[in-house]
């Protein structure tokens, strides 16, 4: 996996500037980064504040360990599965 340049509290930073008034562009070349980039991170980040975001993160770790019991589970159930269907 790609490592970003920028934490999510220094996107967070780069965000609240933008919204004080200062230009996006001005913004962009400052921190080296692309409009695209800058208007992603609106899309995903805007109106989020360090609670949202930790409350964001927490619910991603419990969906990704949620979503790794239930594959073991459904492994589990399709060994059982094969192990039934065989003929003793």
């Known amino acids: 996996m790609k490592k970003q340049r ?19 562009a001005d913004l962009c070349r400052e ?7 800058f208007y992603k991170w609106r899309s995903k980040y805007g109106g989020m ?10 619910m991603a770790e419990e969906n990704k360990r949620l979503k790794r019991m239930y594959a073991e589970s459904q492994m589990q159930n399709e060994l059982l599965k094969e192990a039934l269907e065989k003929k003793w």
Do not use: F, H
Not at 31 to 37: E, G, H, I, K, L
Not at 49 to 58: C, F, Q, R, T
């Open 6 to 24: 920028y934490t999510e509290n220094q996107i967070m930073q780069i965000l609240k500037q933008a919204e004080g008034g200062i230009p996006v």
């Open 31 to 37: 921190y080296r980064m692309s409009n695209t980039s």
């Open 49 to 58: 504040d360090a609670d949202l975001l930790s409350e964001m993160k927490a």
